[in-house]
């Protein structure tokens, strides 16, 4: 007969994550089955106080984008017809994506194993959680939630260059292994997580983690950032910290030059 100790082997890392104390959604959990995209994908019964913490987001973040963000940014956000007043439904959402740049979305339940994200990008999949962090954490949470993934990341996936790049990504990264791994994971934190670029009106955002977060958003286009050109051999050899505000950034000239660099730098690694 199996005892306790026996039953915690058999435990997906997730399970046991939970049972020591570590936040769950934390650990990448590998998915074991096909999950619902696009037109599968069920609107949750969200209740009235997590539509409330959604507006509450987003008027907050929205206060600041006009003139921070990249207008490709801000016409996604157009595009995708985000409310202040309801949380977004992703099969809504997947279908505008369809519609723009081809792309669509699937639902999964938390942070997922790298495989299976890198290989949702290479099939133009952007895989996102439907659920939203608690009142506790309006201002940080330590693992993507609807926010950062709806509002932080959809916006550009219906932008042509944008949606181009990110396949490329996930198709090299697929492709990747080891020191070659790591380094894709510094070049998608300096682009896709705190990218800046560079405008004829000005420094521009366009990372996910700088819009959707209060503290970056007023942060990253002060003067106590320095901003580097775009180069991936300089990006992959810059450190970086989670839990603080970031002091150094890169800004890209455009999102052809985002691609392009990406696809010679990868291509001379032999990732692509
Ligand atoms: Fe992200």
Not at 94 to 109: E, L
Request: aromatic share 14%; net charge negative; with cysteine.
């Amino acid at each position: 007969m199996a005892n306790s100790k026996d039953n915690k082997n058999v435990l997906s890392a997730y399970e046991k994550a939970s049972l020591e104390g570590i936040d769950p959604r934390c650990i990448p959990q590998k998915l074991n089955g096909p999950v619902p995209e696009d037109d599968q994908i069920v609107y949750p019964n969200y209740s009235n106080s997590e539509h409330e913490i959604w507006s509450f987001l987003f008027n907050r973040q929205m206060k600041y984008l006009p003139g921070r963000a990249c207008n490709e940014y801000l016409d996604g956000v157009e595009n995708l017809k985000f409310s202040p007043k309801k949380i977004p439904s992703l099969k809504d959402l997947s279908s505008v994506f369809y519609r723009t740049t081809g792309w669509k979305i699937a639902r999964v339940p938390g942070l997922i194993d790298v495989d299976d994200f890198f290989s949702f990008l290479k099939r133009k999949i952007f895989p996102s959680t439907d659920y939203i962090r608690v009142k506790d954490e309006l201002d940080y949470t330590p693992a993507p939630d609807l926010f950062h993934d709806m509002f932080g990341h959809m916006p550009l996936l219906t932008n042509k260059n944008f949606a181009s790049f990110y396949q490329k990504f996930g198709e090299a990264a697929l492709h990747a292994k080891g020191i070659d791994r790591k380094d894709l994971e510094t070049f998608h934190w300096f682009t896709v997580e705190f990218g800046l670029i560079k405008k004829s009106e000005g420094m521009r955002i366009y990372g996910a983690g700088i819009v959707s977060s209060l503290g970056e958003v007023q942060h990253a286009l002060s003067n106590e950032v320095e901003v580097k050109e775009f180069n991936p051999e300089i990006i992959i050899k810059q450190q970086y910290d989670v839990w603080h505000l970031q002091p150094v950034l890169f800004s890209i000239e455009s999102f052809e030059q985002l691609e392009d660099g990406f696809m010679k730098w990868t291509h001379n690694r032999g990732m692509l």
